[in-house]
């Protein structure tokens, strides 16, 4: 079966922000451009697994990655290294969203090559909406290398 | 161990098989100059002895000489002179008439005047004619039953004619002799004339000025019969007179004895003896001193040798001590190192225990915020109001957790950051600060003043924190109704650089000026003013990790003014416990 490309891979463990999240979306008419993946590994099977190298198609690289940082087994900044270190995968932006404001990892983050940092954002008017804004910047604005 | 400062040791001195008391003492012995004072005080009276009977002799040779010559002087002058006179005048009339004798007799006494009275023995041999004084003529008349009685053939035959009687003591204490000459004439029959010889008056014109130095004394049959004494010289002691034997025409026969006088045998001649026994003494009394001193030097040396060694002794102990302090310091540093780690990875644990407490909450947290949202934006028209309240109340709650967890977050993080010092000019800072405050000021009329501000030398995000910390409570804490006005500024003061933000605003109550820099505490409520209590313990938190101190003044309704300080010299770094980071 082919597979669908989608735009924006969201890589979060936590079912609640990922309900929050997939709802913002949903309402802006993004969900179905946004794959959810419920940890690192699964992030590296949907990337880089067997399944995606066989299949070599480019297309099923997401223009964006929003990447938690503390996950069970594979945790952010592991992907983000392995993504980093992959030559399919070396140049999508990533976008680091986690509830983490440490200087440590926000440094860890750039030093492995993380394009962006995010503090998870708690609005009681627009719950999740600041990620509707970041993908649409990455979708639409930015200029990513072909 | 130096083995080379082993071998330059001395023994022990307790090891040592001989060595008395004193030496072990190390204190110096007297006895070695005692005996060398006593063997110098000995050898120079031996000295001055031997010179003294050298001297002695000397004296007692010269004094025998003198007494022999002297007794040469005597016999001449007696047997030369007096006797001879007497004999010539004897034998010049012996068988005289009376009336004739007796005027002869006075013309011989009166030239000579060592006879005091002349008696001639008449045939039947008795005392006849009598001549001379009444006092030496019956002293002579009382030594002549002596010898009478004798015929003078019975005389001549039995004993010698002539010889001395006596003697007798005169009235004037002078002692005389009697003197008996058998004189003849031609074929006639002899005659005995007796005389009574005054010695002294015969003695004293040969003697008296005859024997400078010398105290002369005649003596018959052990008595005095003239004494002369030289100058007046003291006499000395019996050994030092010299007898001789005065050999006279006449039995029995004197005795001269001489003495030197007191001038000859402790004058001139005594000096040697005397000097010999001056220097003697001092070089007895030197040598002894020397002794001593010998002594006090081995003594010294002994004490020293004994000081060394327990200098020695105690440099070791002091060693061994040294390796058991730093043995002791070497545990106790490891001890304090292994429970510092310890402490460090407790510190760590906790701060990363609270971390996680805070990221762990804050999502759950954020969830109850997000989900309260989506149910007031979703279904709110549907929503009875009670209901809504309570979902405000509920969403208000997170919130507030939140922002708590915020704050400990960046409280937790202000420990556990890196310190990077660089120069900064705080005046640009500060103005950084005020732009980025722009939006939380709480009217277009709060002012910040920015005053004179030197450079310091901290790391330029946690200044920038405590800065914006300060500044953003100063305004958050105006009066309420008036506009905030705040005022920065700083100066040198001895060692530390001080940084002040004043305000107008509340102030607080002075007592508990302290307890503003702890972890959530507040003098305010939340209700009064906003904010979880973390700012001020940051600030606290981040200037005593450079090394500095906060404080503040204020009084409720007056304002407060908050300070910090820095090292002027910039160089301690302090951790994040505010204790130095070497």
């Given amino acids: 079966m082919a597979r669908q490309k989608f735009d924006v891979l969201l890589v979060e463990d936590d079912s609640n922000d990922a309900t929050v999240a997939m709802r913002a979306f949903e309402r802006n008419g993004l969900s179905q451009h946004v794959k959810l993946v419920r940890d690192g590994a699964e992030a590296h099977d949907y990337l880089l697994g067997e399944d995606a190298a066989l299949n070599g198609e480019r297309r099923l690289i997401p223009r964006v990655i929003f990447l938690d940082l503390k996950m069970p087994k594979v945790d952010g900044l592991d992907l983000l290294e392995q993504l980093r270190s992959n030559e399919r995968t070396r140049s999508v932006p990533v976008v680091i969203v986690t509830s983490s404001d440490r200087e440590v990892d926000v440094k860890e983050a750039y030093r492995l090559g993380a394009n962006s940092f995010v503090v998870k954002q708690f609005d009681l008017a627009k719950p999740g909406e600041y990620l509707v804004a970041i993908a649409r910047y990455w979708l639409d604005l930015n200029r990513a290398a072909r | 161990m130096d083995e080379g400062r082993n071998l330059a040791r001395p023994p022990p001195l307790g090891g040592r098989p001989h060595g008395d008391a004193a030496e072990r003492r190390g204190t110096p012995r007297l006895l070695p100059a005692l005996v060398v004072l006593a063997l110098g005080l000995a050898g120079t009276f031996e000295l001055w002895r031997t010179i003294q009977r050298a001297q002695d002799a000397e004296l007692e040779s010269n004094a025998a000489a003198v007494a ?23 034998e010049s009339g012996p068988d005289i008439d009376s009336a004739t004798w007796q005027r002869s007799a006075e013309l011989f006494l009166a030239d000579h005047p060592s006879f005091g009275a002349l008696v001639r023995i008449d045939e039947r041999g008795r005392p006849g004619d009598a001549a001379g004084s009444a006092e030496p003529r019956n002293a002579l008349r009382g030594l002549i039953p002596q010898t009478a009685g004798q015929a003078p053939q019975a005389v001549e035959a039995t004993r010698s004619p002539e010889g001395l009687v006596g003697p007798i003591r005169l009235a004037d204490g002078r002692a005389a002799l009697g003197v008996s000459i058998l004189a003849r004439r031609g074929r006639a029959e002899p005659r005995e004339v007796f005389a009574l010889l005054d010695p002294s008056v015969a003695l004293r014109r040969v003697l008296e000025h005859g024997a400078a130095g010398y105290s002369i004394r005649v003596l018959f049959r052990n008595e005095e019969l003239f004494r002369a004494t030289a100058n007046g010289s003291e006499e000395q002691a019996d050994r030092y007179w010299k007898a001789a034997d005065v050999a006279l025409s006449v039995n029995p026969p004197w005795t001269v004895a001489v003495q030197p006088t007191a001038m000859l045998t402790s004058g001139a001649h005594q000096h040697g003896a005397l000097l010999a026994l001056a220097a003697g003494l001092a070089v007895s009394v030197l040598a002894a001193v020397l002794v001593y001193e010998a002594q006090i030097v081995r003594a010294r040396g002994i004490r020293l040798a004994r000081a060394s060694a327990d200098l020695l002794q105690s440099i070791d102990e002091t060693e061994r001590e040294g390796i058991e302090v730093r043995e002791l310091r070497g545990a106790l540093e490891t001890r304090v190192t292994q429970r510092t780690a310890t402490l460090q990875e407790t510190i760590e644990e906790l701060e990363t225990f609270n971390y996680s407490v805070a990221h762990d909450l804050r999502s759950p947290m954020g969830a109850v915020i997000n989900f309260t949202g989506i149910i007031e934006h ?77 450079h310091a030398f901290a790391d330029p995000s946690m200044m920038r924190r405590v800065l914006m910390n300060l500044i953003s409570n100063a305004l958050k804490f105006a009066a309420p109704g008036t506009p905030a006005k705040v005022e920065v500024g700083g100066y040198e003061e001895g060692r530390e650089i001080v940084f002040f933000v004043r305000d107008q605003g509340v102030g607080f109550d002075a007592r508990y000026a302290q307890k503003l820099f702890g972890v959530f505490e507040r003098l305010h409520s939340s209700d009064e003013f906003e904010g979880h209590g973390v700012g001020l313990a940051i600030v606290s938190r981040l200037i005593r990790r450079h090394g500095g101190r906060v404080w503040a003044k204020g009084a409720v309704g007056k304002g407060a003014q908050f300070f910090f300080s820095l090292p002027n010299s910039g160089s301690t770094d302090v951790g994040a416990n505010g204790t130095p980071e070497v």
Avoid at chain 2, 72 to 85: G, K, N, S
Avoid at chain 2, 399 to 417: H, I, P
Avoid at chain 2, 439 to 450: K, L, N, P
């Fill in chain 2, 68 to 90: 022999t010559l002297l007794a040469r002087v005597i016999e001449a002058q007696i047997d030369d002179h007096e006797l001879d006179a007497l004999r010539r005048w004897a």
């Fill in chain 2, 378 to 454: 979703d279904y709110g028209a549907t929503l009875d109001e009670h209901v809504k309240d309570y979902l405000s109340r509920i969403s208000a709650s997170a919130a507030g957790a939140v922002a708590l967890m915020n704050g400990l977050l960046a409280f937790s993080q202000s420990g556990r950051e890196q310190l990077r010092k660089c120069d900064i000019d705080m005046r640009e800072l500060v103005e950084g600060v005020r732009d980025d405050l722009d939006g939380a000021r709480q009217s277009d009329s709060d002012v910040i003043e920015i005053g004179a501000l030197p």
